[in-house]
T-cell receptor
Framework: DADVTQTPRNRITKTGKRIMLECSQT?????MYWYRQDPGLGLRLIYY???????NKGEISDGYSVSRQAQAKFSLSLESAIPNQTALYFC????????????FGPGTRLTVL | DQQVKQNSPSLSVQEGRISILNCDYT??????FLWYKKYPAEGPTFLIS?????DKNEDGRFTVFLNKSAKHLSLHIVPSQPGDSAVYFCAASRSNDYKLSFGAGTTVTVRA
């Protein structure tokens, strides 16, 4: 079984709809992250959480919100999706002993029409 | 403004030859550098890393070189194999927060 899972893997939605992307991990890590990948831009950090009570904005948090429901679960929401949020979204985890070494989920491909 | 730059979007190399991927960074506070490999429909996977106290780290066919004065690092893959065909991301962080800043990626194609 995968250590970091993301659901759904693919989603097509319409402008203005609310969307939630979910991430679960079985690695027991305390830190979790959400990134988006766009062609030519690499991965950019949206939000990160170092424990259940800690939520921090990344470099591109506008238009997104997150919820850390438990140590193992970190959800990303788009309250009102817009076409330029069409991207590949990745969840990642790490712990305090792994330095910058993060483990990534398989990604969610989101298309906003 | 991207703090980590990979200026070559793609690289094609013959099987058995060396692949050299380059990465530049602008933030002098970065002290930990990583390379990730990504296949289609999968998440990035960690490949190799280097701390700023070193200038070279080797793991099998993969070697990362760090030139702090030039704010430049490179990944050497020797010999290149068909399974190395993937997108390679350079990433950097500060050891006090471990948030990663990524480059745009280089797509490597290994030709038979």
């Amino acid at each position: 079984d995968a250590d970091v899972t993301q659901t759904p893997r693919n989603r097509i939605t319409k402008t203005g709809k609310r969307i939630m992307l979910e991430c679960s991990q079985t690695k027991g890590h305390d830190r979790m992250y959400w990134y988006r990948q766009d062609p030519g831009l690499g991965l950019r950090l949206i939000y990160y959480s170092f424990d259940v009570k800690d939520i921090n904005k990344g470099e591109i948090s506008d238009g997104y919100s997150v919820s850390r429901q438990a140590q193992a679960k970190f959800s990303l929401s788009l309250e009102s999706a817009i076409p330029n949020q069409t991207a590949l979204y990745f969840c990642a985890t790490s712990d305090t002993t792994s330095g910058g070494w993060q483990y990534f989920g398989p990604g969610t491909r989101l298309t906003v029409l | 403004d991207q703090q980590v730059k990979q200026n070559s979007p793609s690289l094609s190399v013959q099987e058995g030859r060396i692949s050299i991927l380059n990465c530049d960074y602008t933030n002098s506070m970065f002290d930990y550098f990583l390379w990730y490999k990504k296949y289609p429909a999968e998440g990035p996977t960690f490949l190799i890393s280097i701390s700023s106290i070193k200038d070279k780290n080797e793991d099998g066919r993969f070697t990362v070189f760090l030139n702090k004065s030039a704010k430049h690092l490179s990944l050497h893959i020797v010999p290149s194999q068909p399974g190395d065909s993937a997108v390679y991301f350079c990433a950097a962080s500060r050891s006090n927060d471990y948030k990663l800043s990524f480059g745009a990626g280089t797509t490597v194609t290994v030709r038979a």
